[in-house]
């Protein structure tokens, strides 16, 4: 079982930035890895993925260019680097991890085999 925890969440003015921490146990340095958020009444929708190697990243319309995905082997561990905040940014954010290296399918929630429990962003 891998266990996700979110941390860096907290509330910022708009144009702002905030950096998210996903830290995974045991091990999930092979894995494809996103970042999704979900505002109240609607549903979860993907922010931005990195595969196993890294190698590939993937980014929704509505942040790229703001956001920056990036993992870190030696702590396995990702991080979303958020600038120029919106307060359409404003949801919990999640991690996630898949059983594959490969994102196939980074932006469906059921492509994702594990969850963190979310951390608050509120930008006013």
């Known amino acids: 079982q891998v266990q996700l925890v979110e941390s860096g969440g907290g509330a910022v003015q708009a144009g702002g930035s905030l950096r998210l921490s996903c830290v995974a146990s045991p091990y999930t340095g092979s894995s494809c890895m996103g970042w999704f958020r979900q505002r109240p009444g609607q549903q979860r929708e993907a922010v931005a993925a990195?595969?196993?190697?890294?190698?590939?990243?993937y980014y929704s319309n509505s942040v790229k260019g703001r956001f920056v995905i990036s993992r870190d082997g030696t702590t396995n561990a990702i991080h979303l680097q958020m600038n120029t905040l919106e307060p359409e940014d404003t949801a919990v954010y999640f991690c996630?991890?898949?059983?594959?290296?490969?994102?196939?399918?980074?932006?469906?929630?059921?492509?994702?085999?594990?969850w963190g429990q979310g951390t608050q962003v509120t930008v006013s």
């Open positions: 996630a991890a898949a059983g594959s290296a490969v994102c196939r399918q980074w932006d469906v929630v059921n492509f994702y085999d594990f």
């Open positions: 990195i595969s196993g190697s890294g190698g590939l990243i």
